[in-house]
């Protein structure tokens, strides 16, 4: 079956750096396109980041843009999320998610704390 597993959170200070990764399996994860999003305390789940199959195209939200940086590496079935110039407003679950079949898949997320 589809799973998705996010790492790579934690506590950083405001200014600083981290990057999530999302181990995938159970599907042809080359093929494809795979997003990060978020939920902060309070709001909606937002799209951040995606990333398409073949060429790896890549979209941000204007939250994001020009701070974070999605990637994938196909051989190892993983996707990343750098994270830099962190604000705590970017205080947040991470989730990373794919479309298979026509259905959503997340996974359980990696909460990111920004705070000093």
């Known amino acids: 079956q589809v799973q998705l597993v996010e790492s790579g959170g934690g506590l950083v200070q405001p200014g600083g750096s981290l990057r999530l990764s999302c181990a995938a399996s159970?599907?042809?994860?080359?093929?494809?396109?795979m997003s990060w999003y978020r939920r902060a305390p309070g709001k909606e789940r937002e799209f951040i980041a995606g990333?398409?199959?073949?060429?790896?195209?890549?979209n941000y939200a204007d939250s994001v843009k020009d701070r974070f940086t999605i990637s994938r590496d196909n051989a190892t079935k993983t996707l990343y999320l750098q994270m830099n110039s962190l604000k705590p407003e970017d205080t947040a679950l991470y989730y990373c998610?794919?479309?298979?079949?026509?259905?959503?898949?997340w996974g359980q997320g990696t909460q990111v704390t920004v705070s000093s």
């Open positions: 998610s794919t479309n298979v079949g026509g259905l959503n898949y």
């Open positions: 990333i398409d199959s073949f060429r790896a195209d890549t």
């Open positions: 159970g599907f042809a994860f080359s093929l494809r396109p």
